[in-house]
DNA sequence: TTGTACGCGTTATCAA
DNA sequence: TTGATAACGCGTACAA
């Protein structure tokens, strides 16, 4: 089922046919109707590859999950940007190509080469590290890019990140709300930077309040087993805060594990506030209050940022997604000393 | 860079260009090795469109994920199939193009219809339910379907599953290894062909090991919530097991809530062992035994399967992928009684 | 307003 | 062993 046939059909040309169903002006609306009438009667749907091969447009996003097996924090995450992607696309009339690279695999082929051979228009990469070997050149990409949670400077490369600035403010804003005063930071690695944006806005959020004396930090790793081992460090040298923010919700798992361990009850003896909201929070006992990234309008404005480049637009380079508070059962009000 | 332009280079027409570079025979072996020599040089790539115009083959799979807001049980899993089934067709030369339905959206259009102008030349399903308005159309599918975690008969659909049978004997085996004699059933809803199969399975075990008296199964729906309270009852009701296999990981953690409500010691008290390896059960407290699928296996495998369909072959229709056990802290050895 | 003719970059079928 | 030529299905200048 080709234009020609629906043109036979009709008793007219095949680009009269073409350009009905283009809706163009050019043709008698009389015509058009008919023709466009025909073709859904008959099911006609275009060849793809030939209309590519003339338009010289893919239609298609590509999208790179750059796996490694060792590390698993994205968890859900994943499906979730894809879910906002995918979505998004499919409304633009845009195709999605998957890409998977493990990390063994990563240096045989470049991925921008990958995306010109497939005639990608323009690309997400999720799961992007520092010590990828192809930042360099993802950042002098011709053709669109952009990537989640990893910021990279580059012509044609956007950065989407939930803004960690403000879902500090939001944890904390709780814990306050809730008559906590006394706040200890349990923050990620020095080399994160995402940990040091939290770490940060930590530290200015207590500045601010008059907390400024109450600042403790505790430095782990994103681990559960880090959260857990810098804990009991705290509880063997006595001063235990009456709140914990930790940096990711992993690591609040290991600190809930290590003070119940000594017999500290959550939320009555120590309230705890995690980040991320994986799905082990919401399994754990007791339910980890915790801040949300909003995966999905994520993965969407990822794709928003590449349909305004595509447009010729110059849309921001950064965009940072509001994240929210999710209120379970880790955090308990105290009264306000 | 096109054919023609390494023709011109070459000093011979686009013809011989293009047999050279898909290796025909009818070429002399000189002129062949210079004009790949020039190809890579050129750092020429062919057009996929025009060669999929004329040969009419895509080389690409399609992958439908079909999300459900709801319902969030896939967990991480998503993204490992995946990761299995992209490389595994990354690995043949096919693309792979995604499609994701949330419910709402699944009425529309229709999956086959879909594939068809997409020219996908096979498709796997993720997250399939038996409501999906679209089952008997892809029963009929003359386009290969693999089907992961959701039996379906057809001519040309396969099926993806972990050996639930043989997951419930690894687990047994380790409870009756480790000396439990007395092991109660936390399991799924009826309407779950997966929960049966493992009901049965436990059935089949605990009667072929002379402890048919013992049986003893709890009921419920695959949620924490349930294995909480079905866990409850059987704590009020007076008659504990020594061990406790759970249907899901989610139950099994809700089992472990109720015990320790109750002042029983995981697994000093109780022994428990979830199934699904969830990311939860890793980060729980005891870690949670548990048995675990193997979804990058499974992706491949549906890969697989559609590739011997492409292929001309018959592939069975149904393939069982081996599960493991996964050893953690939920588990003690007792003596024998 | 419609038809004719050409080109997109390949592969494939003839002849030579 | 190579070259000329025709497809593949579509979009689009140009002519009518």
Redesign the interface.
């Known amino acids: 089922m080709t234009i020609k046939d629906i043109a036979r059909l009709a008793g007219v040309t095949h680009s009269t046919v073409s350009r009905s169903l283009n809706d163009s002006p050019l043709v008698a609306a009389e015509t058009k109707e008919k023709i466009k009438k025909l073709a859904t009667e008959l099911g006609y ?1 275009p ?4 209309r ?2 003339v338009t010289k447009k ?1 239609n298609t996003l590509g ?1 790179f ?1 750059l ?1 490694r097996a060792e590390i ?1 924090f ?3 995450f ?2 979730q940007f ?2 906002g992607i ?2 998004a696309s ?1 409304n633009n009339g845009y ?6 690279m ?1 990390r063994d ?1 990563s240096n045989q082929k470049s991925y921008i080469r990958l995306c ?4 990608v228009e323009g690309v997400i990469f999720i799961g992007m590290t520092s010590d990828d070997p192809h930042l360099a050149e993802i950042a002098a990409s011709q053709i669109p890019v952009c990537i989640i949670d990893f910021e990279l400077k580059g012509d044609h490369v956007g950065f989407i990140s939930s803004d960690n600035d403000q879902g500090i403010r939001l944890a904390l804003d709780h814990l306050w709300q809730n008559g906590h005063r006394s706040i200890a930071h349990l923050g990620g690695p020095e080399v994160s930077p995402v940990a040091m944006i939290r770490e940060d806005a930590y530290r200015r959020y207590m500045t601010s309040h008059g907390l400024e004396s109450k600042i403790k930090i505790l430095r782990g790793d994103f681990t ?1 087993d880090s959260g857990y081992r810098r804990t009991q460090e705290m509880i063997r040298q006595g001063h235990l805060p009456t709140a914990l923010l930790a940096a990711n919700d ?1 690591m609040a ?1 290991g600190a ?2 290590a003070l ?1 361990e000594q017999g500290y009850k959550i939320p009555s003896d120590v309230s705890i506030i995690g980040y991320d909201n ?3 929070g ?4 007791p339910g980890l209050t915790t801040i949300g990234q909003n995966p999905i309008e994520m993965g969407a404005s990822a794709v928003q940022y590449l349909f305004e480049k595509l447009k010729g637009g110059a849309p921001s380079p950064i965009h940072l997604i509001n994240p929210n508070l999710i209120i379970r059962d880790s955090v308990r009000p105290i009264p306000i000393r």
């Open positions: 749907s060849n793809t590859f030939a590519r091969l893919s999208v999950f796996s698993n994205m968890e859900n994943g499906t894809l879910d995918a979505t499919s195709d999605l190509l998957m890409f998977t493990t695999l010109q051979e497939k005639h559960k992993y798992l809930v594990k119940k994986v799905l082990a919401e399994y754990s006992d």
